[in-house]
C-alpha cells in the first residue's frame, strides 16, 4: 500500500515570502501521479499543481511548483510571493496507474499554512 | 455550471439514528467517492462507485453503506454501528475510474458537517 507523509502539521510565512511544504512517499510503482491540494478555511477542495512520475522537469503554475525527487521520493511544494489568499490546509495526494487500487488518490495528513499580513 | 452538490452543509442527529448524506453531480462522470476528513487525519476514503449498481469498499467502509442507483446520485448512510461518526464528509467524482484524468484526478464537492450527540 502507499502512504503520504507530510511531516509539519501547521507553517507559517509572512506575506509576500516564500515557503516550502514537504512531502514523502512510499510506493514500490514506478509510473504514477502526485498532486497538491488546497482547502481554504470554505474546505472546498481545489487542484494546485500536478506531476507526472516518469517527468523530470518540476512542475510550476503560477506562484506555484514543486520540487520533485523521484528517488528520494519527495514532492515539495514551493509558494512563492505568499498571499493571505494562500492561507490553508495543503494536501499532498499520490496516485498509481496500475494494479489495485489504480487510479484512487492517497492523500496526507495535511500541512496548515497561515500567511501572516 | 457542472458539479457537485452535497446537501445539506450542517446535519445534526441524535446518537443511534441512521443518517444519509446526500451527493449529486450533473458532470456525467463515471466514478464518485466518499471521503471522511478527521482533523489531523487527512482524507480517507470510504466508498467509492465506477458504474450504476457497483460500488466498492474503501479503507474506512465499517459503519457505512452506500446506493448507486442512478449516475448522478452517490448517497452515503451513516449508520449506528459507525462508532464515531461525527467528522466532515466530502463527496468527489471523476470521468472514470479506469482510465488517468492526469488533469483533474477529482472534482470535490463543498462538504457535509456531521454532528452526532
Known amino acids: 500500500a502507499q502512504t503520504v507523509t507530510q511531516s509539519q502539521p501547521e507553517m507559517s510565512v509572512q506575506e509576500a515570502e516564500t515557503v516550502t511544504l514537504s512531502c514523502t512517499y512510499d510506493t514500490s510503482e514506478n509510473n504514477y501521479y502526485l498532486f497538491w491540494y488546497k482547502q481554504p478555511p470554505s474546505r472546498q477542495m481545489i487542484l494546485v499543481i500536478r506531476?507526472?512520475?516518469?517527468?523530470?522537469q518540476n512542475a510550476t503554475e503560477n506562484r506555484f511548483s514543486v520540487n520533485f525527487q523521484k528517488a528520494a521520493k519527495s514532492f515539495s511544494l514551493k509558494i512563492s510571493d505568499s498571499q493571505l489568499g494562500d492561507t490553508a490546509m495543503y494536501f499532498c495526494a499520490f496516485m498509481k496507474l496500475s494494479g489495485a487500487g489504480s487510479y484512487q488518490l492517497t492523500f496526507g495528513k495535511g500541512t496548515k499554512l497561515s500567511v501572516i499580513p | 455550471d457542472g458539479g457537485i452538490t452535497q446537501s445539506p452543509k450542517y446535519l445534526f442527529r441524535k446518537e443511534g439514528q441512521n443518517v444519509t448524506l446526500s451527493c449529486e453531480q450533473n458532470?456525467?462522470?463515471?466514478?464518485m467517492y466518499w471521503y471522511r476528513q478527521d482533523p489531523g487525519q487527512g482524507l480517507r476514503l470510504i466508498y467509492y462507485s465506477q458504474i450504476v449498481n457497483d460500488f466498492q469498499k474503501g479503507d474506512i467502509a465499517e459503519g457505512y453503506s452506500v446506493s448507486r442507483e442512478k449516475k448522478e446520485s452517490f448517497p452515503l448512510t451513516v449508520t449506528s454501528a459507525q462508532k464515531n461518526p461525527t467528522a466532515f464528509y466530502l463527496c468527489a467524482s471523476s470521468i472514470e475510474l479506469n482510465r488517468p484524468n492526469y488533469n483533474s484526478p477529482l472534482h470535490f464537492g463543498n462538504g457535509t458537517r456531521l454532528t452526532v450527540t
Open positions: 506531476q507526472e512520475a516518469y517527468k523530470q
Open positions: 458532470l456525467n462522470h463515471d466514478a
